[in-house]
């Protein structure tokens, strides 16, 4: 069966730091991947997905980037965080409807 | 653009009280409506596709049906495990990104 791991679970971090956010899945190959973003626990916010390795296509424009270096392995990241980057950020994958959550993991931004 | 709109936006229910969540959505042309189930601090929980207009599905005591312009969520004596924020997305034909709704807070009280 199929697995989606995020870590952390959480994060604090102080306004102007990097993050790094990672996304592995296991028992599928070369699915899609997605990156949301969901602000006072409603609707989510599609920020990147990914169909292949190194392929990514970007939803909303702002200072947070990905990258698939790995087949199942998805990183979402910032060079320098900003107070309105606070949410929970949500992975999913995908290889023919429906899509499929991780945990999330929760980052303030202080 | 795509739109999903949820309403009502909040149910509170007794325990055995059933009820429907209903999801509008416009679309050019629709691959598929999805339905979801989030638990506070969690990923959401993919609950049901629906394809086309008549199409029902069903799992314990929830029912999904689809018409050409909204879902509905039909909730048959529920109990307090079913509170929950129940999620709707659509899929249009011509690419794989959803676009959700902002959900409908289902709190059940024994």
């Known amino acids: 069966s199929q697995t989606i791991h995020q870590w952390p679970a959480t994060l604090v971090q102080p306004v102007g730091s990097p993050l790094s956010l990672e996304c592995t899945v296991e028992?599928?190959?070369?699915?899609?991947l997605y990156w949301y973003r969901q602000a006072a626990g409603r609707g989510l916010q599609l920020l990147f997905y990914?169909?292949?390795?190194?392929?990514i296509s970007s939803e909303v424009p702002q200072n947070l980037s990905a990258s698939r270096p790995q087949d199942r392995q998805f990183i979402l990241s910032s060079k320098k965080l900003l107070l309105s980057d606070s949410g929970f950020y949500l992975c999913?994958?995908?290889?023919?409807?429906?899509?499929?959550f991780g945990p999330g993991t929760r980052l303030t931004v202080l | 653009e795509d739109q999903v709109t949820q309403s009502p936006e909040a149910l509170r229910l007794q325990e055995g009280e059933s009820s429907s969540l209903n999801c509008s959505y416009t679309?050019?042309?629709?691959?598929?409506l999805f339905w979801y189930r989030q638990d506070p601090g969690k990923g959401p929980e993919f609950l049901f596709t629906?394809?086309?207009a008549g199409e029902e599905k069903e799992k314990e005591r929830l029912k999904a049906t689809l018409t050409k312009k909204e879902s509905f969520l039909h909730i048959t004596a529920p109990k307090p495990e079913d509170s929950a924020t129940y999620l709707c997305?659509?899929?249009?034909?011509?690419?794989?990104?959803?676009?959700f709704g902002e959900g409908t807070q289902l709190t059940v009280n024994p």
């Open positions: 999913a994958w995908s290889t023919r409807d429906e899509q499929f």
């Open positions: 028992g599928t190959s070369n699915p899609n």
């Open positions: 990914s169909v292949g390795i190194g392929q």
């Open positions: 679309v050019s042309g629709l691959r598929g």
């Open positions: 629906l394809y086309s």
């Open positions: 997305a659509v899929r249009e034909t011509s690419g794989s990104r959803l676009t």
